[in-house]
């Protein structure tokens, strides 16, 4: 599995690197990216994650890198899209804020239920909901701070086509994310999980 999964996040970010429209931009979107791989290598031999959640960290990787190519104005399957759907706007930020809850909420989970942090059910997903929250409220404060910085450069890296509400519908892909993640996958997430610890339980020390 690592191996393939090294060769399918390299490969994308190759491509990725080649030509996008323009660096600034690229880094940003692609650097997430990056931090996530450093720390799971980091952490690869002490707390080993599920395989679900290493595919999934990857298919959020692939979707950061595709937007960093293009931009996530200028994704062009998803300016196909626009007259079949009718939409005013190329769409494809709203997947990345989508997965930005949905990932996250299977990591959020796997950690407090291997770390035995919350013992209820009910509460640790209102917990995990609220986690992927505030991390979604925290990447929208990034983006004004670059914003900021970067003034008329920043544009492509915040992506808001002009939609004044961008920032709150962000927010709320981001919660519809994270209930579909526990909704669709808490019961093979809660198999990964046993299978895990039935192995090798050092990886919860």
Known sequence: MKTLWLAVFFLVLAWSAV???DYPTWTLEV???LIGLVIMAWTYNRFRLTSLLYWLIL?????????????????????????L????RNNYDKLGHFMQGFVPAIL??????RRAVVASAPWRNLFVVSLCLAFSAFYELIEWWVAVLTGTASEAFLGTQGYIWDTQSDMLWALLGAVAALVTLSGVHD?????????DGSHDN
């Open 108 to 113: 959020a989970r796997e950690i407090l239920i």
């Open 31 to 33: 650097a997430p990216a």
């Open 19 to 21: 030509q996008p429209r």
């Open 59 to 83: 298919a959020h990787c692939v979707v950061l890198m595709v937007g960093g190519h293009y931009t996530y104005a200028e994704v062009p399957l998803f300016d196909y899209l626009k007259p």
């Open 191 to 199: 198999r990964q999980l046993a299978n895990l610890r039935g192995s």
């Open 85 to 88: 759907f009718g939409w005013e």
